[in-house]
């Protein structure tokens, strides 16, 4: 199971960091991902990262302002959101798959976590 955490509101040009927490399963088998889902709109790829941490990958929207990272010993992923955007509000979900990598689609992915309200004020 997969548990994202650390929403809330802020103010455009804050920062704020969303967790997800893996209390099942070998944790460092999966690549893990970000997706956002705003009121309204698809849902979107927001990040991914591998197995072992050693690659992230961004949609265009977010890079250079977020920055995923893993720590496998915790089974825990992090997305640090910084110079936040009030497009960036949405519902962010976490996701783990055993063979994406890169820009993911969220089709067939293995395992949804349950989503974190990010809400950011102009």
């Known amino acids: 199971q997969l548990q994202a955490s650390g929403g809330g509101l802020v103010q455009a040009g804050d920062s704020l960091r969303l967790s997800c927490a893996a209390s099942e399963g070998t944790f460092s088998s999966y690549g893990m991902g970000w997706f956002r889902q705003a009121p309204g709109k698809e849902r979107e790829f927001v990040g991914s990262v591998r197995k072992n941490g050693g690659a992230t990958y961004y949609a265009d929207s977010v890079k250079g302002r977020f920055t995923i990272s893993r720590d496998n010993a915790k089974n825990t992923m992090y997305l640090q959101m910084n110079s936040l955007k009030p497009e960036d509000a949405a519902v962010y979900y976490c996701?783990?798959?055993?063979?994406?990598?890169?820009?993911?689609?969220?089709?067939?992915?293995?395992?949804w976590g349950k989503g974190t309200q990010v809400t950011v004020s102009s």
């Open positions: 996701a783990a798959d055993r063979y994406k990598v890169g820009r993911w689609s969220g089709d067939g992915v293995d395992y």
